[in-house]
């Protein structure tokens, strides 16, 4: 650093200019029953108060985003690992009645599983089903259900931040891993294709998409099958990180 800079930084008044309040949202998804699912939050105070929120929180002014989205993820659901991605950044200026705020989405993908026990012990969480009404990678917001079927009340824009992840979601899932990310270890054929359809919203051929996937060299069979099946277990297979750049 130059003297002349640091006489700069010296003299430098930081509330010459008006400064935004950064927050980070966490896109929590899951497949439960062939479907896609989000984790929410009951907001108890205002604004929004009564409605449904991704877990988030404010950044910390010596916290970086990605701490930040690891230490909500730790705080608000009590997980303290997880498979994490930067979505979208999102700033309309009157997306939050406080002051102006802007959101880092963050995605978290993760086995149902994960989430079980801090859904069973906590009241303001909940595993909420996400549906949109256009197909493929259209874009637009995304609709909460509750496990009752009732259609939940979003707070904020976290429609939009949910519709962009399904897109996202879609756009990556032939290219990427992250259809393996929210399967446990060992999965069967059936199981892989269940994320697939609840991510892409459509319904697939079974030979065809069993083919695919085999063809990509990416899945090793375990030697073991399925427990507690009713008919003939299905063969277990698990994702083969040393072969994923064939993805």
């Given amino acids: ?5 640091r006489d700069f930084l010296a003299d430098y008044d930081p509330t010459a200019f008006e400064r935004p309040s950064v927050t980070v949202d966490l896109v929590l998804m899951s497949v439960l029953d062939r479907a896609l699912h989000a984790v929410l939050m009951l907001r108890a105070a205002h604004p929004a108060k009564g409605k449904w929120a991704l877990p988030g929180g404010f950044v910390g002014m010596k916290e970086s985003l990605d701490d930040a989205a690891r230490r909500i993820l730790q705080e608000k659901v009590n997980i303290t690992s997880a498979y994490l991605e930067q979505l ?12 102006r705020i802007v959101t880092v989405a963050y995605f978290a993908l993760l086995p149902p599983a994960r989430f079980e026990q801090e859904l069973n ?3 303001v969480l909940s595993l909420a089903r996400i549906a949109t009404s256009w197909k493929g990678e259209a874009g637009g917001p995304a609709t909460a259900y509750a496990p009752n079927g009732d259609k939940l009340s979003l707070a904020f824009d976290h ?3 949910l519709g962009l992840s399904v ?7 032939d290219y990427s ?19 697939h359809e609840a991510i892409s919203g459509t319904q697939l051929n079974k ?13 090793e069979a ?7 099946a009713t008919f003939r277990p299905a063969e277990l297979f698990r994702f083969s990180k040393t072969k994923r750049d064939r993805i």
């Fill in 177 to 195: 891993q992250v259809g393996f990310e929210l399967l446990p270890r060992r999965f069967t054929l059936r199981q892989l294709q269940d994320v």
């Fill in 88 to 99: 979208y950044t999102f700033g309309s200026v009157n997306r939050d009645p406080r002051t």
């Fill in 159 to 161: 429609a939009e931040i």
């Fill in 222 to 228: 375990t030697g073991l099958r399925e427990r507690g």
């Fill in 121 to 123: 012990r906590s009241s």
């Fill in 207 to 219: 030979p065809a998409f069993r083919r695919r996937m085999l063809d990509k060299g990416v899945l």
């Fill in 1 to 5: 650093m130059t003297v002349a800079e």
């Fill in 167 to 173: 897109k996202r979601l879609r756009g990556k899932l």
